[in-house]
């Protein structure tokens, strides 16, 4: 079964801890993407990666870091930078970066720091 | 910088009406325009799509319209039904072809 999946599915983290969460797809495809969801405010791009080894900044990357060690794997590091952590975040991948190609998201992971 | 805008945030209808819901974009490069559908609790899926190309779009009941002079971009949604109920984002491709999300639209279908 081809897809994209994110685990865990619900996280919390403790104030001043570092979390990391799990993003792996088996679509072959080469481009991946790490996105915030807050209510009212959409889907809001963190980092994103064309290829292996190499990825760039989103729009709010501050407070997090992420890998691209395998094509198959995109794990995003909330670490203890991140002033508002709690937040619904969402993976996707798409065949490549660029012109017109669909993305392809998973079933997001949902991070409440306590 | 790279922004999409999407009005109206909520929007509500009777069973059987239309629903309109629109964007516009700030970078004219952006060439490709998809709208994903994300039901209470599930992920964004991918409803329609059109490229910088075409000005219109249909597919069964939905549609989108492109003005590139303008840049501006919307969604029709014909006949509406309950099952139609959820959150549509608009997106642009931006620089690198990196997708920017509008800020969403919650659509309410009464039956």
């Known amino acids: 079964d081809g897809g994209i999946t994110q685990s865990p599915k619900y996280l919390f983290r403790k104030e001043g801890q570092n979390v990391t969460l799990s993003c792996e797809q088996n679509l072959n495809h080469d481009a991946m993407y790490w996105y915030r969801q807050d209510p009212g405010q959409g889907l809001r791009l963190i980092y994103y990666?064309?290829?292996?080894?190499?990825?760039q900044k989103g729009d709010i990357a501050e407070g997090y870091s992420v890998s691209r060690e395998k094509k198959e794997s995109f794990p995003l590091t909330v670490t203890s930078a991140q002033k508002n952590p709690t937040a619904f975040y969402l993976c996707a991948s798409s065949k490549v970066l660029g012109d017109g190609t669909e993305a392809f998201f998973g079933q997001g992971t949902r991070l409440t720091v306590v | 910088g790279e922004n999409v805008e999407q009005h109206p945030s909520t929007l509500s209808v009777q069973e059987g009406d239309s629903a309109v819901i629109k964007c516009t974009y700030s970078?004219?490069?952006?060439?490709?325009f998809p709208w994903y559908k994300q039901e209470l609790g599930k992920r964004p899926q991918l409803i329609i799509d059109?490229?910088?190309?075409?000005g219109e779009k249909k597919d069964q009941r939905i549609a989108v319209t492109l003005n590139k002079t303008a840049k501006h971009f919307s969604l029709h949604i014909t006949e509406t039904q309950p099952e139609d109920s959820a959150v549509y984002f608009c997106?642009?491709?931006?620089?690198?072809?990196?997708?920017?999300f509008g800020q969403g639209t919650t659509l309410q279908v009464k039956p």
């Open positions: 997106a642009a491709s931006g620089t690198w072809g990196k997708l920017i």
């Open positions: 059109i490229r910088s190309n075409v």
């Open positions: 990666s064309q290829i292996v080894n190499d990825f």
């Open positions: 970078d004219s490069a952006s060439n490709y």
